[in-house]
């Protein structure tokens, strides 16, 4: 943020202030899909996409299967991009 405020994207909707919601979620959040797709490379990004919507289509998904999703499309694994950008675990 521009006063040098961070945190993590993950939580409750009620913990974030109004400015922090806009910053942290739709800003910082996208952040960490770009992260994402930068290390896993276009196709096995775009693969795990569909596979997550495939599997999860019409039903309930939670953080883990999204992760799970994105680990299983590429050698490369995302749980440290995960803990670092959206749970701020350095």
């Known amino acids: 943020m521009e006063d ?3 945190r993590a994207v993950a939580g ?3 913990s974030f202030s109004a400015q922090d919601y806009v910053a942290m979620v739709y800003a910082k959040g ?3 899909f770009d992260a994402v797709r930068a290390r896993i490379g ?3 990004f775009f693969a795990a996409l569909r596979s997550y919507l495939s599997a999860h ?3 309930v998904a939670c953080g883990t299967d ?3 999703a994105f680990n299983s499309a590429s050698p ?3 749980d440290d991009l995960y ?4 749970l701020d675990q350095k």
């Open 42 to 44: 276009d196709q096995a």
């Open 66 to 68: 999204l992760i799970q």
């Open 83 to 86: 803990n670092l950008w959206i």
């Open 12 to 14: 409750p909707v009620a």
């Open 4 to 6: 040098g405020r961070d």
């Open 57 to 59: 289509r019409y039903g």
């Open 30 to 32: 996208p952040l960490f």
């Open 76 to 78: 490369e694994k995302i």
